[in-house]
């Protein structure tokens, strides 16, 4: 952005000097005719300078209209970030939530970029913002997908609704989806926090995989109960059946309520520490 921006700077003061030239060399005139000729002479090569930089001025165009269509996120406004494995249901959530209308297919990362929504509750405004699906690998192997998703918790003062599919509809196995979800859970565990299980209409009649027979008896508890239940606390819903939906609407309120008194004493720490510094 900043190379186009100077490229575009670089014909603004060229044809700044090339105008100053031909102004000056047309109040020497000594006659009408001539003035006119002169200034003809110069919006010419007005336009000659003007068409070999045009290329700057188009690509600041398209620069505009890229960052026209990224997303828009108040900092100062409760934000919920739904964070899970690829086609856990991130998006359907997204749209009985919000005002966001992600696409919903059934293949991963169907989410390439960061999607926002808004929520109206309680006559309260929030934001929603779907991310792209996390694999379960070392952060240094993420795509930019997946660095995304990464940057919004680092970077964002969100709230968090983790989604996990116990089912294995979305086809990652519940065994890595634990290890992704630990993995963000010890990272951003400071972060207010939803667990929600999708897809629950499909568990009664799903069998998840196993895990090796090789590494089974190594299994811990807590490994074992997510398989069965998911975290502790996790709500279980299904959009296709409206399971559960009322209640994570609820506690989705709850959490952003409190997500905007954290905001507002973050604000204030913030406020007092720039009064020291002055």
């Known amino acids: 952005c900043s190379y186009v921006l100077g490229r575009v700077d670089a014909l603004r003061k060229k044809i700044t000097s090339v105008g100053k030239q031909h102004a000056s060399v047309c109040a020497k005139s000594l006659t009408k005719r001539e003035a006119e000729e002169r200034l003809t002479e110069g919006r010419k090569e007005l336009e000659e300078v003007f068409q070999r930089g045009q290329n700057a001025i188009e690509d600041l165009i398209n620069v505009a209209k890229a960052l026209r269509s990224m997303p828009v996120v108040d900092p100062h406004i409760p934000t919920l970030c739904l964070v899970g494995s690829p086609n856990v249901g991130k998006s359907s959530l997204v749209r009985i939530l919000s005002t966001g209308k992600p696409e919903v297919c059934s293949y991963p990362f169907t989410t390439r970029g960061i999607l926002m929504g808004h929520i109206v509750s309680n006559h309260e405004r929030f934001q929603v913002t779907d991310t792209p699906g996390l694999l379960t690998r070392h952060d240094d192997d ?28 979305c086809g990652t196995k519940v065994a890595d989806q634990y290890i992704t979800y630990k993995h963000i859970k010890e990272r951003f565990g400071d972060r207010l926090w939803i667990d929600v ?8 009649r799903a069998t998840p995989s196993r895990f090796d027979d090789a590494a089974d008896d190594g299994v811990d508890d807590e490994l074992r109960r997510y398989r069965e239940f998911g975290p502790e606390d996790a709500i279980r819903v299904s ?8 209640e994570l609407k609820q506690r989705v309120h709850h959490l952003l309520t409190s997500q ?7 604000g204030g720490d913030n406020e007092e520490a720039v009064g020291e510094v002055r």
């Open 197 to 204: 299980v999708s897809k629950c209409d499909l568990l009664d």
């Open 142 to 169: 993420r795509n930019n997908i997946e660095r995304l998703t990464l940057a919004v918790l680092s970077y964002m003062p969100i709230a968090v609704l983790y989604v996990h599919d116990l089912s294995e509809d």
């Open 239 to 246: 959009v296709q059946s409206q399971i559960g939906t009322r």
């Open 260 to 266: 905007r008194a954290r905001i507002k004493a973050d």
